[in-house]
């Protein structure tokens, strides 16, 4: 069965950077995109952006644009989603899921959500 | 970008009831429009994408409908399962935003 496991939960201080991984099994790790969504306590789901499987690009919401960066590693199906100069409204659940389609058209599995908690 | 726009977004309901929720996209989406269900602690779950087909393992008593701009989501009979908060979500262009949510309570 295809499942998307996501390491643990993180603390860290404004301006420091976090790295959340998703290792996924159960399917054909590179016939499918992921995407990472983030959800602040108590609001509702935040799209930030995907990694293509198809032809390696990336696509990130221009919110975040140049302080994420999507990566995977086919060799362990894993996917990473790295995010640096962090400030205390990037406290939230970090999720990843897989994308269905060349477009990613929608998210059918979902890992179980890491907690990155910024504060001093 | 697209704005995606739930209404009601909190809706009081009983088991049993039919109960329907709106999404307004702020342009066209053609049929890029997904819906998600989310109970408290846990992940999203795919209810529903291109508009109407019902995701795997999904009752039949979930339902989509719409195009454009407009779409909904029924719930024919409520079942004790199914209050959550229900996200809409477009895949027309990127950012794929969410609607704010509509949290159906007892």
């Known amino acids: 069965q295809v499942q998307l496991v996501q390491s643990g939960a993180e603390v860290k201080k404004p301006g420091a950077s976090v790295k959340v991984s998703c290792k996924a099994s159960?399917?054909?790790?590179?016939?499918?995109?992921i995407t990472w969504v983030r959800q602040a306590p108590g609001q509702g789901l935040e799209w930030m952006g995907w990694?293509?499987?198809?032809?390696?690009?990336?696509d990130y919401a221009q919110k975040i644009q140049g302080r994420v960066t999507m990566t995977t590693d086919i060799s362990t199906s894993t996917a990473y989603m790295e995010l640096t100069s962090l400030r205390s409204d990037d406290t939230a659940v970090y999720y990843c899921?897989?994308?269905?389609?060349?477009?990613?058209?929608?998210?059918?599995?979902w890992g179980q959500g890491t907690l990155v908690t910024v504060s001093t | 970008d697209i704005q995606m726009t739930q209404s009601p977004s909190s809706l009081s309901a009983s088991v049993g009831d039919r109960v329907t929720i709106t999404c307004r996209a702020s342009?066209?989406?053609?049929?890029?429009l997904n819906w998600y269900q989310q109970k408290p602690g846990e992940a999203p779950n795919l209810l529903i994408y291109?508009?109407?087909t019902l995701q795997s393992g999904v009752p039949s008593r979930f339902s989509g409908s719409g195009s454009g701009t407009d779409f909904t989501l029924t719930i024919s009979s409520l079942q004790p399962e199914d209050f959550a908060t229900y996200y809409c979500?477009?895949?027309?262009?990127?950012?794929?935003?969410f609607g704010q949510g509509t949290k159906l309570e007892i």
């Open positions: 979500q477009q895949s027309y262009s990127s950012p794929f935003s």
């Open positions: 990694f293509s499987a198809y032809n390696g690009n990336t």
């Open positions: 342009q066209s989406i053609s049929s890029y």
């Open positions: 291109a508009v109407s």
């Open positions: 159960g399917y054909t790790f590179s016939n499918f995109g």
């Open positions: 899921a897989r994308c269905r389609g060349t477009r990613c058209n929608n998210f059918d599995y």
